[in-house]
Structures are given as C-alpha cells and as structure tokens.
C-alpha cells in the first residue's frame, strides 16, 4: 500500500481518539496572547536596542532577526484566520487584525479567504499558491536572482505597490478587499511610527520598513520552499507527499521558522489544530506509524539542497 492510497484525513481520524482530537483542537487565550505579546516585545526590544544603541551590528542585528518576528505576525494572522489562535471568535478577529495583519500589511478577511482556497485544492494543479514553489527545484543561478531581488527590495516594492492599487495584502489576495482595508494598514503602520517615535526612536521605523522590504522577502521565500517546494509529489492529495515538515533547529526556526510554522505538514494534515500543539500533534503520528514513509528534514540548508540544483 502507497502512502496515497488511503484518504489522509480519514486515516488521520482513525489514528486518533475522541480524546486526542479534543486536545490537539482546544484553544487557549492565554498561550496565544503570550504568543503575540512575545513576538511584540521581541521587535519592541529589537528597535530599542537599535535606536538607543546605534551601530553597524545592532543594525545587522535588526535586519536579521526582526524578519523572523514579522513573519511570526503574519503567522499568527494565518492561525487567527483559521479560527485556531484564540478561544474567543472576537479575540481571533480583532487581535489577528490589528496586532497582526495590518502591521505586515495584511487583511485576516482576505487572507483566510485566500488561504481557504490553497488548504481545499493542494496538491491539485488548482492550487491557488502554485506560482510560489511550482517550478522548484530551480538553477542556483536562478535562486541566487531571486535572492537579489529580495534582498535590493524589487521583491518588497513590487508587492507594495500592488497592495496601493487594491490588492488587500502583500500575497494579492481578494482585490475587491484592497481600497477598503488600506487606510487601516496605513494606520497601523503610523501607530508603531508613532509609538517608537514616544520611545525617543522614532527613525527605528525605517529599520521595520527596511527589513519588511528585503530581509523580511526573503525569509518569505525560503518559508514557501521549505512547505511546498521540490517535496515528493507536488500533485498528490496526499499532504505527506505534497507538503513538507522541517524539524529544523532552535536557531534556524527563531530566524525564519517561527511560531511552529515549519510544522506545515501536519498543519495540512488537520487544520484545526491550533500551531502550539502542532508539535504534539506530529510527535502522535509518529508513534502511529502514520509518518513513517515520509522524508526526514532537519533544517533549511537540506531544503535548498532538494530545492536548488547547482547546474
């Protein structure tokens, strides 16, 4: 028997009691407001440090942590769009808007939308993500471009002024969202202005922006290769074939895997399972034999191994 010949979701339900399947898909409050009140004291902390102790390496500093932090924002925007951040309804609403979407320019409404759409048809030639990571695995000489452009902020500007002509977010999603939700993301982005303006840091904006342009890309990419990119087999329904897990080290995961995101396989395997209980999630299925065919990937330098090719 294939990996693929059973239907993943149901096999995923037979592997788990009634039991289990309540407490890998009960939400908490509290672990999810120390989720974002972590991510925004790491970027407060970050700026600071920048602002009142400015050199070269406080600033290298920024740009290469801060990325991970923003992508933490658009991470927990992701789980509140899923309705698995917090408890509440409310919370995920308003909590994954304002303290995470719009700060990284982004929309919860559209991008659940959006995202819905990639979760029903993965693993399909219909799947909306497909131009991320279809062509993988890639030339280095064409990765090392694409690089390029992220880091010389082409990638970052091009995305922008696709959000000011009306697209909703930086991914494009939901057009007809654009204009309505852009004066919020604007808003938001003069909020932390501000807010680091009354710290006595107020040009620490520009490193947000900055980072959010360049480094900030590129940890986006890698993130997209890493879950989709060169797997098994891209065009199986099958998640364990067309989606991939990095058990990547604690480093690793803090710079570009943060807020348990390098679990996406398990993520696409049961939605409904909030992203801090994604690793007991995995650790279950593979007492269950349940991975037991799938590739074993240790950290994001063995992903662009697969990704990249060197001729």
Known sequence: MTTASVSPAVRVMDLLTPEERRCLTARSDFRAAAMVLATWLVILGLLGLAGFYPSWWTVVLVFLVLPGRQLSLAVLMHEAGHGTLFQHAGLNQWVGQWLCALPTFGDVESYARGHREHHKKAGSRDDPDLPNYAAYPVSLSSFK???????????????????????????????????????????????????????????????????????????????????????????????????????????????????????????????????????????????????????????????LRSAVVSA
Request: with cysteine.
């Open 145 to 303: 471009r694409k690089i390029l452009r992220d880091l010389t902020g082409q990638t970052g500007l091009k995305l922008l002024a696709g959000l000011f002509r009306g697209a909703t977010d930086i991914l494009g999603n939901d057009a007809g969202r654009g204009r309505s939700v852009l004066p919020a993301q604007i808003a938001a982005q003069l909020v932390l202005a501000g807010v680091l303006w009354l710290m006595g840091i107020g040009w620490t904006y520009w490193l947000w922006l900055g980072t959010f342009l360049t480094t900030y890309m590129l940890v986006i990419r890698l993130r997209q290769v890493a879950e989709h990119a060169a797997v098994p087999n891209l065009y199986d329904l099958d998640p364990r074939l067309n989606t991939r897990t990095v058990d990547a080290p604690w480093w690793q995961r803090v710079l570009i895997a943060p807020s348990f995101v390098n679990f996406h396989m398990e993520h696409h395997l049961m939605a409904s399972v909030p992203c801090y209980r994604l690793r007991a999630f995995r650790e279950l299925l593979k007492q269950r034999g349940f991975l037991d065919n799938v590739p074993v990937f240790t950290s994001y330098v063995q992903v």
